[in-house]
């Protein structure tokens, strides 16, 4: 005698309750088997006395976890195959016992539970528990748009529970059965994670295909990269590549056509007005499974991942590194701009890759990453010169220099500061008297060239506007020192070799000039005067040097 209700009795009382019973609309009689093997009446106890040992919790052996039903019907090691395929009998939890299999699995199970472990997974479909009510695929979505699958079922009803409630309850968490949806369902069964994904992400794996392998399933490719990834921050909204309905009955959810109720499971590819950002044609080629948008497109001179391509992205998979020439905007190293959202690391620090021959960097703000925004400099500061350069206060003069130094004998850092803050012998020197100064961040010769930052003398610098005659100053990186430079190399002073990396000098009127020089403008011999002011009242205004008219480019006499 079998210990459970025959078949036939079954499909006698199933024939008369159908009629009487809300639930009865929403499954097949003819489906409607009690199997002889379950999970929970027959394989977990099989599976906890010889299995869970080692496939569970901490010990989960093959990444494989056999301590609940979940877990049996998930994957692997590989991660792309489901241990158990109801219906299959070369499914891998099966033909990982008996003489074929390896020395530890071999006799670990008898010939007669591996009978019973066959006949769970081919016959009964991997069956949860006995119900008189629905057959082993209503739990298990061997077809997820099976109308013998409860989610199938509930799809076609247009996801009107109606029918569940006379036996769940009207809030579907037991009723007169018992038995709740969000057994399964913590979210609730209006939640996207229901279909889409698992409880703890609406984002893919699984598709909605039950696929497992990105490389394979265009359903699942690399959603979880783009939902989850950790170069992203907390990744992206769904809503970016797709319609997201506010509700499951949105028209175009369930269904491709509403009126036939028939759908593809393909989700439409239209993308948010961020993901199209710098990308007019923006779209999705369902062909080659490649997308043009902003991530990885022509705006980042980037060319477009395949949607399941295998393997790990890398900093040069959505734009190139560098971006221009080799010591364009930083070269290799992407902190230099961004570096509120990378940094510099070491190999083998944890979250660290080699973007280059010698460069390795890693995220450090992933929300800040791929948000649109090209983030530059410090935060809120990336408009200003100080957002890269120096800060506030030096108005842009490093320290700081672009990669954070602040050793003044390092060419980047200098004498910067000494120059553009008042001196006893004038006002702040302005950045454009040795740089370019660009207009906007963007502008042509800025981040745009070669590093490092060009000097070009102006008129003031090169003394045309004190006497027309171009001193012809030059800078030398490699020894740091200026020469022939207006402001401190009149005839006759007496520091002679003007060194940027140098510590701050104790200068007085006759470091730059003889007191008094030796000439004049116009080339003649100076007179020779006890006092400046005598000659100068107006830059000697009562005897104190006035330092907006004091190395001026001007001359001022009476």
Not at 229 to 246: K, N, R, Y
């Amino acid at each position: 005698m079998p210990r459970r209700v025959s078949r036939a009795l079954l499909l006698s009382f199933s024939a008369v309750v159908a009629t009487s019973i809300a639930c009865g609309e929403l499954r097949k009689n003819e489906q409607v088997l009690t199997a002889e093997d379950t999970y929970r009446a027959d394989v977990a106890p099989l599976l906890q006395e010889k299995c869970v040992g080692c496939h569970s919790g901490d010990k989960l052996g093959g990444s494989y976890d056999l301590s609940t039903w979940r877990g049996i019907l998930g994957a692997g090691s590989d991660g792309l195959t489901r241990n158990v395929i109801p219906g299959d009998d070369t499914s891998l939890l099966l033909t990982t016992f008996g003489e074929n299999a390896d020395n530890d699995h071999r006799w670990l199970l008898s010939t007669a539970e591996l009978a019973m472990l066959k006949r769970w997974v081919v016959d009964a479909k991997a069956n949860y528990f006995d119900s008189s009510w629905h057959g082993s695929e209503w739990l298990y979505p061997g077809d997820r748009n099976s109308e013998f699958f409860h989610g199938g079922t509930l799809r076609a009803k247009g996801w009107d529970t109606t029918g569940c409630q006379g036996c769940h309850g009207v809030d579907l968490k037991g009723g007169k059965s018992g038995v709740s949806c969000a057994t399964c369902h913590s979210a609730g069964i209006d939640s996207c994670s229901t279909c889409h994904g698992s409880n703890g992400s609406a984002g893919p794996p699984a598709s909605l295909s039950w696929g497992l392998d990105p490389a394979t399933d265009a359903g699942l490719g690399v959603h979880a990269k783009h939902t989850g990834g950790a170069l992203f921050g907390g990744g992206f909204a769904c809503s970016e590549c797709h319609v997201t309905p506010s509700a499951v009955t949105d028209e175009g959810h369930l269904f491709d056509d509403a009126e036939a109720k028939t759908t593809d499971l393909r989700a439409e590819v239209v993308f948010s007005a961020w993901a199209k950002k710098g990308e007019t044609a923006a779209s999705y080629d369902s062909a080659t499974q490649t997308c043009t948008v902003y991530c990885h497109g022509a705006s980042l001179g980037g060319t477009a991942p395949t949607w399941t391509a295998a393997g790990s992205l890398t900093c040069g998979s959505c734009h190139p590194v560098p971006h221009a020439s080799p010591n364009a905007y930083g070269g290799e190293d992407c902190s230099t701009c961004h570096q509120q959202i990378v940094a510099l690391c070491t190999e083998g620090e944890a979250g660290c890759a080699k973007v280059g021959e010698a460069t390795f960097l890693k995220i450090v703000a992933p929300n800040k990453h791929g948000d649109g925004d090209k983030t530059v400099g410090k935060a809120g500061l990336g408009e200003t010169c100080w957002g890269c350069h120096g800060t506030e206060a030096s108005a842009g003069a490093p320290s700081p220099d672009l990669n954070g130094n602040t050793d003044p004998t390092m060419v980047t850092v200098g004498l910067h500061e000494v120059h553009l803050n008042a001196s006893q012998f004038r006002d702040p020197i302005t950045c454009d008297t040795c740089h370019a100064v660009p207009k906007t961040l963007t502008a042509t010769g800025h981040i745009d060239s070669d590093r490092p930052a060009e000097v070009t003398f102006s008129d003031l610098a090169a003394g045309k506007t004190r006497s027309g005659v171009d001193t012809k100053p030059t800078w030398d990186r490699e020894t740091a020192t200026c020469s022939n430079v207006y402001c401190h190399s009149l005839d006759g002073g007496s520091v002679t070799s003007w060194s940027w990396k140098a510590s701050v000098q104790s200068l007085d009127c006759g470091s730059c000039h003889a007191a008094p020089p030796s000439k004049t403008i116009s080339g003649g011999t100076h007179v020779d005067m006890p006092s400046c002011k005598s000659c100068h009242p107006a830059a000697f205004k009562d005897g104190v040097l006035d330092l907006t008219k004091h190395i001026n480019g001007n001359v001022e006499l009476f």
